[in-house]
């Protein structure tokens, strides 16, 4: 079992920068791939970023790449999203979420989620 807890949304100005951060428990951590995830008002989740156990993968939706960075820290258990050059339409619930595959942008490939952070971009 992995619980996740996501912090570091809030609202920000087009153009600025958030880092999300998404901390584990759980010692299978380092087992496990890592994605993030966000649901903007009245559309379906959509995947944002994915990263392998041991970070040396990593694959991004078009639309962020670029400007998104997704890194994790195993030693810590936290996944984080460096997130720059942000603009209104990146306005979302982000999500994380901890799969027992390998990377995939595919919800279905991921058994654990967190709560989510609301991330606001006012333009």
């Known amino acids: 079992q992995v619980q996740l807890v996501e912090s570091g949304g809030g609202l920000v100005q087009a153009g600025g920068s958030l880092r999300l951060s998404c901390a584990a428990s759980?010692?299978?951590?380092?087992?496990?791939?890592m994605g993030w995830f966000r649901q903007a008002p009245g559309k379906e989740r959509e995947f944002v970023a994915t990263i392998s156990w041991s970070g040396a993968s990593t694959y991004y939706a078009d639309s962020v790449k670029g400007r998104f960075t997704i890194s994790r820290d195993n030693a810590k258990n936290t996944v984080y999203l460096q997130m720059n050059s942000l603009n209104p339409e990146d306005t979302a619930v982000y999500y994380c979420a901890a799969g027992p595959t390998g990377v995939t942008m595919n919800e279905s490939g991921y058994a654990y989620w967190g709560q989510g952070t609301q991330v606001t971009v006012s333009s």
């Open positions: 759980g010692r299978t951590f380092s087992r496990y791939a």
